[in-house]
C-alpha cells in the first residue's frame, strides 16, 4: 500500500463528513434498487477507513454496520480501476479462508465498483473511497447490461456523497449565518442600548432616491415612535426654516464636493419640546461614486446647558448677578469696534455706592448684599432695562448705554439713573440710605480705546465725587448733575 496515497485517500474521505452519520432515505433507496434490479440478497454501498469497512446503506445485512478491514471485498475494490468481480469466492485464493465467506454471511458472490466522487483540492484517481456491492450466498454470474446496471448505480452513489458534502457545507454556511445574525442582532441590540444611554443616533440620506434612514434613537430624539421614515422635507420641519436652509446647503455640499459636515442647532421635537442637537455627516462612497451621507445625530442639550451655565458663571457676578468684569471689558470692546464702525455713539458710566460702607459696618455684611442685590435689579428695568449692567468689584458698577435716543440726551439719562439707585435699609429702629455717584463719558467721534474711555469715565467719577456724593458727571461737561429731587445747593 502506497502510504501518501492512502493518507491522501482518507483525507478525501474525512473531507465528505460521512462516516458514522446517521441512514439517509436516499442512500437507502440506492441500494434497494441495487438489490432488486441485480437479483441479489445482500447489497451495500459501503466506506473504507484505515480500519474498517463502514456500511453507509445496507440492504440484508441485520444490524451489522461495520466489519474490520482485512476481511472487507471492498477493501480490495476501492483499488480497481473500473470493477471487482468475485463469481464464486471459495474458489478465489484472496478469499477463500476469509471470515465472511467461511462465516455468515457465506460470501460466495461478489460485484463492486469504487467510488471515486469528485472533491475540490483532492485528485480524482486516488483509490476510492469505498464501493457499490452486491452480494450473493451462491456463485454467479452478471451479464454485460448488470454490470452496466452496476455502474450506473455506483455513478449515482458519487453524486449521492457529493450531494452529502453540499448538504452539509450548506448546513454549515446556514448555521455561520444564523450565528453571524445572532451575532449580528446582538450587536445590534448594544449598540440601540448605547446609543440610547449617549444619547445618539445614526441616519443615511441615499442620493440617488432622497430617502432617509433613522435608527431608533433618531426617533426618540425627535420625539417621534419608531415607524414610517420620514422625508429629507420632512425631518428638515424640525428645524427652524432659516437652519433648514443651511442644512440643506451642507447637504448639497456634502454631494457636490464630497465635505463633510459637523454642526449644532436647536429643533422643536413632535411633542413640543426644544432640543439642541448635533449633526455629523459624511459621504457614502460607492463603486467610487457618492452614493449617500451618513452619520450621526446626538441629543446635546444637557451638555449644551451646562456649558451655558459654564459660561454663565464664569461671567457672571455670583452675588448680584449682573455681568462680572471680565464680561464687561468684553463686551464694552465689542460694542465700542461696531460702535466706530457704524459712526454711532456710545455712553459708559461708572457708578459707586454712597452710603454702602455705613450699611456693611452698622447692619452687617448680609445687608450689605440685600443692597447690592436691590441696586443690581434696579439696573434691569426702567430707563436701564436696554443697557448692559456689570459689577465691576465691591459696591462699584459699570452701565454700557447704547441705545442712541439715550446718548443723544445723556445728561437726562444720567438723572434718571441716579434717581433709580436709591435704596432704604432699615433695621433695629436704625434707618440708612445708599445711593449712587455717577461718572459718564461719550463717545465724540475719535477713536478711543477701551481703557482711554474708562479712564475718562474715571475722571468724572472723581470729579463728582469732590463736587458732592450721590451726583453725576459727565466728562468735558462742567455742570454737575443731580437727582430730580436734590437741589444744586
Known amino acids: 500500500m502506497n502510504q501518501s496515497l492512502e493518507a491522501a485517500r482518507l483525507d478525501k474521505l474525512a473531507s465528505f463528513r460521512i462516516l458514522d452519520t446517521p441512514a439517509e432515505r436516499d442512500f437507502d433507496a440506492l441500494t434497494a434498487l441495487a438489490q432488486r434490479l441485480l437479483d441479489c440478497p445482500i447489497a451495500l454501498l459501503s466506506l473504507v477507513d484505515g480500519r474498517r469497512q463502514w456500511f453507509k446503506s445496507a440492504q440484508g445485512m441485520g444490524h451489522v454496520r461495520e466489519t474490520p478491514r482485512e476481511q472487507a471485498f471492498c477493501a480490495h475494490t476501492i483499488y480497481e480501476d473500473d470493477l471487482l468481480l468475485v463469481e464464486d469466492a471459495l474458489r478465489d485464493v484472496r478469499f477463500g479462508d476469509n471470515p465472511l465467506v467461511r462465516g455468515d454471511p457465506r460470501i460466495r458472490f461478489y ?10 483540492g483532492f485528485a480524482d484517481d486516488l483509490p476510492g473511497l469505498g464501493s457499490l456491492c452486491v452480494i450473493d450466498t451462491r456463485p454467479r454470474r452478471l451479464s454485460e447490461d448488470q454490470l452496466a446496471i452496476l455502474r450506473d448505480l455506483a455513478a449515482l452513489a458519487n453524486s449521492l456523497l457529493r450531494a452529502h458534502v453540499s448538504a452539509e457545507e450548506a448546513r454549515d454556511l446556514a448555521e455561520l449565518a444564523e450565528e453571524r445574525a445572532n451575532i449580528l442582532d446582538g450587536q445590534h441590540r448594544l449598540l440601540r442600548q448605547a446609543e440610547k444611554l449617549a444619547g445618539i443616533g445614526s441616519w443615511r440620506l441615499s442620493l440617488d432616491e432622497r430617502r432617509m434612514e433613522w435608527s431608533e434613537q433618531v426617533y426618540a430624539i425627535h420625539g417621534l415612535p419608531v415607524g414610517a421614515m420620514p422625508t429629507l422635507d420632512e425631518a428638515l420641519d424640525f428645524f427652524a426654516p432659516a437652519e433648514a436652509v443651511r442644512i440643506q446647503d451642507r447637504l448639497a455640499r456634502a454631494a457636490r464636493l464630497g465635505e463633510p459636515f459637523d ?19 459624511e459621504i457614502e462612497f460607492r463603486h467610487e461614486r457618492p452614493a449617500a451621507i451618513v452619520g450621526v445625530f446626538q441629543d446635546v442639550t444637557e451638555r449644551h446647558l451646562r456649558e451655558e451655565e459654564l459660561r454663565h458663571s464664569a461671567s457672571t457676578d455670583s452675588l448680584s448677578g449682573l455681568p462680572n468684569r471680565a464680561s464687561f471689558e468684553h ?4 460694542s465700542l469696534a461696531a460702535a466706530e464702525g457704524n459712526a454711532e455713539p456710545i455712553a459708559l458710566l461708572l457708578i459707586d455706592l454712597d452710603g454702602f ?13 440685600e443692597v447690592l442685590k436691590e441696586m443690581a435689579a434696579h439696573m434691569r428695568v426702567g430707563c436701564m432695562a ?6 465691576l468689584g465691591g459696591d462699584e458698577f459699570a452701565l454700557l448705554v447704547t441705545r442712541p435716543r439715550d446718548c443723544a440726551d445723556l445728561e437726562n439719562y444720567v438723572q434718571k439713573v441716579l434717581d433709580r439707585l436709591q435704596v432704604m435699609v432699615r433695621q433695629d429702629g436704625e434707618v440708612r440710605r445708599v445711593s449712587a455717584t455717577v461718572g459718564a463719558v461719550l463717545t465724540d467721534g475719535a477713536i478711543l480705546t477701551p481703557v482711554e474711555l474708562m479712564r475718562r469715565a474715571d475722571l468724572a467719577l472723581y470729579q463728582a465725587k ?13 455742570a454737575p448733575i443731580f437727582r430730580a429731587n436734590v437741589s444744586a445747593n
Open 357 to 369: 460702607k455705613a450699611v456693611n459696618d452698622s447692619f452687617g455684611h448680609a445687608a450689605g448684599d
Open 386 to 391: 436696554n443697557a448692559f449692567p456689570a459689577r
Open 111 to 120: 460485484a463492486g465498483v469504487p467510488l471515486r466522487p469528485h472533491s475540490d
Open 331 to 334: 463686551r464694552f470692546a465689542e
Open 466 to 478: 469732590r463736587h458732592q456724593r450721590g451726583s453725576g458727571r459727565i466728562f468735558g461737561v462742567d
Open 263 to 281: 454642526f449644532e442647532a436647536e429643533i422643536t421635537t413632535a411633542d413640543g419640546r426644544h432640543r439642541r442637537v448635533r449633526s455629523v455627516g
